[in-house]
């Protein structure tokens, strides 16, 4: 019986190491396609992927090996990155720190320490933020800093959120919502009267599902003098999104606004009420003097009798 | 089996006979019997009418290569496989498609009614508004869907009176440029002329008599509509053809208090246009062409360039003066 169990274990151990041989052979010849690999690189790289940490070795050595092409060790680096190994964590954190490094490699590595603690490199990490060559990189940092000290990526996202533009400002706003969503109405109605569309939209999409709603800070915001007509607009959309009942007097006073994009906002808000939750102010309404009033109330009785049946 | 047929049939013909009702032009018929096709390429014109419907209902097109080479193509306007480039699927999509829901009278007859845009403040379940805040410049795209001071209604409200103004609809003027996409589809198919192995260029289409020519460029990534629908834009078209010397001397009889930068404007407006194919979809399934952008194509100038009216036509419906109206942004919303 004993016999039959070492012979089992010899068997099993032979299995294993030419098992292990087998896939050493295969890291190493597709490791070998990635030094030289075109746009053709995902064919190698997916296969290592699936092999995963026997990988990372042979492919950190490509990574970190100067005589290759910045794309061949680039590839590298984004393959290293779709593998989730505490060994890459440390030659990717010696990249990124390395200031003789290529940047556009160094940006790369960031993409491989997302969701690392990275509380040890906190301040090599503000440093690296700070840093007048990683200027365009300044974004993939605040990330990372989520994860290492919450305070300065607070203190990076703030910064972001007021010197970036497009989906720049609109990831920093975000995450400064997600860092303290105590002051979260705070920054959407900064982010509401914005010059930026993506940011005024997700600021809009936010104030709609908000918990935290500030009536009457958007109020003041609305009736400032002078205020552009779009972010009146956005200011009426977000109430007739909210269907709240005790807007509806702030929508009527809206549907009467000359600005044609913010009384036709309101028109559309008020339909998202039950009919006798409107129908009165409607009426009030139905021989105002004014054309796009009348316009504006007729349309609204209209859709609520088409709900109605 | 043969009810299931039936039915389909039924539904396919009553479908073609809805938008054979938005057309006010018909197409000229063809015998097809004695037509050879692409790549079957004709040394001469064979100066028969293009565009052209044969008796199955295909809608034909001559075109001519840089080297004086014709061919027929099939442009026909239907609705075909999806067309998504997000899911990379290259079919014809939806040409005939009209909105219903929220225009009821233009999907049936291809011209919207004052009334119906007077009532209208969603479209696809999106407010007007919201519309125009996403088309306006620096909303969803940079160049934006229409110009600071105009609204969706305001644009589609004014291309409604130019077209009727033409004794068009809007289906009429969405068939040419569909026709103009369908085949330059084709093109790459038809790369090398089989017998003598030369390279093709296509250079230009015949249509109503008149020599059209274009440009197309692909885009990295797309543009997503501002409606809420399936369209999306991607390329750069450019279509443009020479005016005759008798066109150009009706504009020059009535248009001689123009300056000479003025009139080389108004020439171009007439016979040059910048687009991209979420456009020719936009056409036909809202009667919306832009407002002054850029990617505008606009109406009086489609129905100018492929023949479908005459300049003097177009003089008449914008009111004796194409100068203003083509330089005068469309800023009246209709109520």
Redesign the interface.
């Known amino acids: 019986m004993r016999r039959f169990f070492s012979i089992l274990f010899l068997f099993f151990w032979v299995q294993i190491h030419v098992f292990a041989q087998n896939q050493q052979a295969e890291v190493d010849s597709l490791v070998r396609m990635l030094r030289t690999a075109g746009r053709e690189w995902n064919d190698y790289a997916n296969p290592l992927i699936k092999i995963g940490e026997p990988a990372v070795p042979e492919l950190i050595k490509n990574a970190e090996d100067k005589s290759l092409s910045q794309w061949n060790r680039r590839i590298s680096v984004m393959t290293l990155n779709n593998i989730r190994s505490s060994r890459w964590k440390e030659a990717a954190l010696k990249m990124l720190f390395n200031k003789n490094e290529d940047p556009i490699l160094r940006n790369h590595a960031t993409a491989g320490l997302r969701g690392w603690n990275l509380s040890d490199v906190k301040d090599e990490l503000w440093e690296l933020y700070n840093e007048k060559d990683f200027e365009s990189y300044k974004s993939n940092i605040a990330h990372l800093l989520l994860t290492a000290d919450t305070a300065l990526a607070y203190k990076a996202f703030h910064e972001l959120y007021q010197t970036q533009d497009g989906y720049g400002q609109r990831i920093a706003l975000q995450n400064l919502i997600q860092l303290r969503p105590e002051e979260s109405t705070t920054w959407l109605l900064d982010a509401i009267q914005g010059?930026d569309?993506m940011t005024s939209n997700l600021a809009m999409d936010s104030l709609i599902n908000s918990l935290h709603f500030n009536t009457n800070g958007l109020l003041s915001v609305y009736n400032n003098p002078g205020m552009n007509e779009?972010v009146q607009?956005r200011i009426i959309?977000v109430f007739g999104h909210r269907k709240e009942v005790e807007s509806i007097p702030f929508l009527v006073q809206a549907l009467q606004n000359e600005s044609?994009?913010?009384n036709?906002?309101a028109?559309?808000g008020l339909c998202s009420f039950e009919k006798e939750q409107v129908l009165k102010e409607m009426k009030a309404l139905k021989n105002d003097s004014r054309?796009?009033v009348r316009?504006?109330v007729n349309?609204v009785l209209?859709q609520l009798k088409k709900d109605l049946f | 089996m043969k009810k299931l047929t039936i039915i389909f049939l039924y539904f396919f013909l009553i479908s073609a006979c809805n938008q054979a009702s938005r057309y006010q032009k018909r197409l000229p018929k063809s015998d097809s019997s004695n037509l050879k096709f692409a790549p079957y390429f004709y040394a001469e014109n064979p100066n028969l009418p293009s565009p052209a419907v044969t008796e199955t209902g295909r809608e034909l097109i001559l075109l001519k290569t840089k080297n004086n080479l014709f061919a027929w193509m099939d442009g026909t306007v239907e609705n075909g496989e999806p067309f998504n480039y997000k899911k990379r699927l290259y079919g014809k999509g939806n040409q005939l498609m009209a909105e219903d829901k929220d225009f009821p009278y233009f999907a049936k007859t291809g011209i919207h009614s004052d009334n119906e845009l007077?009532?209208t403040?969603?479209i696809t379940g999106r407010?007007?508004?919201?519309i125009?805040?996403?088309g306006r410049p620096?909303?969803?795209s940079g160049v934006g869907f229409m110009a600071e001071d105009e609204?969706i209604m305001s644009v589609i409200y004014a291309d409604n009176q130019t077209v009727k103004g033409l004794g068009l609809t809007h289906p009429d003027i969405a068939r040419p440029l569909f026709h103009f996409w369908n085949i330059s589809r084709d093109f790459e198919k038809y790369e090398v002329v089989s017998i003598t192995k030369e390279r093709l260029e296509f250079e230009s289409l015949i249509y109503n008599g008149n020599e059209i020519k274009f440009k197309i460029q692909g885009s990295r990534g797309w543009q997503e509509s501002i409606f809420n629908d399936e369209i999306l834009g991607s390329g750069h078209i450019e279509i443009w053809r020479e005016l005759s010397p008798e066109e150009l001397e009706f504009l020059k009889k009535n248009y001689s208090q123009l300056t000479i930068e003025q009139f080389e404007q108004l020439q171009k407006k007439l016979s040059h246009f910048h687009t991209s194919e979420m456009v020719f979809f936009y056409i036909n399934r809202y009667g919306f062409y832009e407002g002054h952008t850029e990617y505008r194509p606009d109406p009086v100038t489609v129905a100018v360039i492929f023949g479908l009216v005459t300049i003097k036509d177009a003089h008449r419906a914008c009111r004796s003066d194409l100068y203003n109206y083509f330089n005068t942004h469309f800023t009246k919303?209709p109520?």
Do not use: C, H, I, M
Request: zero cysteines.
């Open positions: 010059e569309w779009k607009w959309y044609w994009l913010v036709t906002e028109a559309v054309p796009f316009n504006n349309w209209k | 007077r009532e403040k969603l407010s007007v508004s919201q125009t805040v996403d620096w909303g969803s609204t919303n109520e």
